[in-house]
């Protein structure tokens, strides 16, 4: 046994604090000043998703779309625009009088339709729900954004601590390693410790490979949201956290049911099929036209005359009729497409809130159970756990960063657990 003490060491030591030794080249050439960065040369989230947003072409696009549906609300509120006409009877010459004839005449009439009380006030209000459905529409793309660049910025952070703490394990399994040498050098220690030494580094720079790899996608997509060349450089991610959350599930559904963007664009849009169907109704109601006409004629004395017009539904079984069945049928289609939302945002949150709770349950058993307990075990299997924990911390974050975008609100909590290397240095002082 005493041949193999080097691993025996080895196995308690990597939950030690060390100096970061590794840093990938596009973070060594980072400075403080990029994107997101604090003084220290940190990344933040909060900064990262500010900027995000700000410079997202689709919330942008969003952004102008609303602007021009908010424009056409007094357009479609507006009344039609008045006609004038001219004309004249006698000469062929343009407006002019007839010598001699006192039925030559020349006339300019001036008219104006107006719809039926009520078309217009419905036609606004259905421009206007148009704006607040886009309105929606927009607010949907910076929860996704949001959702999307903090569920990228947790696993650039995680690779970034997988990167770490495999760098810190590798520098300590070689210095090991180099005892181990030594000591069977002297006839102090089995070959096979030394194989095994040589076998674990290898594998610990394959990992470091894979992790390189992928931290530098992450990092091309951080860059993609921040509209930056993918090989941009970004500092080291802020440490990230993980918290509690602070609703039950059914609050959560409560909150969806309120604040989901799609649940919100759909009920605009069963509003929307309501005033349609009233407006389509409103559709039977004929239209007034008015027109006042000034006549000149020759030899005689001015006159003055006016006109009013009444449009006559005469085709309301084609029309009309037709019109108010198309709009019935929109709208069950709108109010269905409502409630179908309802049950997938209950589906998509329960999904999440159960992968956030499982992430919080491998969280205490890493911190709690299984590190330290295989401190006296396999020295892969360790590390194994060690990164695995900084896994479960962003997908736990993730999960959170997708109900948030699903409520419309904060649901993180206080800190629900500590670090690995924490909690297993109870172990090593009792060793």
């Known amino acids: 046994m005493k041949a193999r003490w080097p691993f025996a060491a080895l196995l308690l030591l990597p939950a030690l604090t060390m100096p970061a030794q590794y840093e990938a080249p596009a973070v060594q050439t980072s400075a403080p000043g990029d994107v997101g960065a604090d003084p220290a040369g940190t990344l933040r989230l909060d900064d990262v998703v500010k900027q995000a947003l700000e410079k997202n072409p689709e919330a942008q696009s969003e952004l102008h779309g609303i602007a021009a ?21 006698g000469n062929l010459a343009p407006f002019s009088l007839q010598s001699g004839d006192p039925s030559s005449s020349r006339a300019i009439t001036v008219g104006e339709q107006f719809p039926y009380p009520g078309k217009l006030k419905l036609q606004g209000e259905i421009a206007s729900k148009d704006a607040d459905a886009a309105q929606a529409g927009y607010e949907a793309v910076e929860r996704r954004v949001a959702a999307g660049v903090k569920s990228t910025f947790y696993d650039y952070s995680y690779f970034d601590q997988a990167i770490r703490t495999t760098q810190q394990d590798k520098d300590l399994l070689e210095k090991l390693s180099k005892i181990a040498e030594a000591r069977y050098r002297v006839g102090k220690a089995m070959q096979s410790d030394v194989l095994r030494s040589q076998v674990e580094i290898s594998l610990l720079l394959e990992k470091l490979t894979q992790l390189e790899q992928q931290r530098g996608t992450a990092q091309a997509r951080l860059n993609a949201y921040l509209q930056r060349p993918p090989e941009s450089p970004l500092p080291p991610a802020e440490a990230v956290v993980p918290q509690s959350i602070r609703y039950s599930l059914d609050q959560l559904y409560a909150l969806a ?84 939302r309802l049950n997938e945002v209950r589906f998509e949150l329960k999904q999440q809130y159960l992968a956030a709770k ?40 993730t999960a959170i960063a997708q109900m948030e975008s699903l409520t419309g609100v904060s649901i993180a909590g206080a800190p629900i657990a500590s670090s690995p290397a924490d909690s297993a240095q109870p172990a090593q002082e009792e060793k």
């Open 69 to 89: 549906l908010k424009l056409r609300v007094p357009q479609a509120r507006a009344l039609p625009d008045p006609t004038v006409s001219v004309g004249w009877a």
């Open 257 to 340: 049911a309120s604040n989901d963007t799609a649940v919100e664009l759909n009920q605009r849009m069963v509003e929307r099929g309501q005033l349609s169907v009233a407006l389509a109704e409103r559709a039977y109601r004929p239209d007034i036209g008015v027109g006042y006409m000034f006549q000149q004629r020759n030899a005689q004395m001015d006159m003055n005359g006016l006109t009013v017009s009444v449009s006559i539904p005469i085709f309301y079984k084609t029309k009309q009729r037709e019109g108010v069945a198309e709009a019935s049928e929109d709208l069950l289609s709108a109010e269905n497409m409502r409630d179908n």
């Open 358 to 397: 499982a992430s919080e349950r491998l969280m205490s058993l890493y911190t709690t159970g299984i590190v330290p307990q295989t401190s006296l075990a396999n020295f892969t299997t360790l590390l194994s756990y060690e990164t695995e924990y900084y896994r479960q911390v962003a997908d736990h974050e």
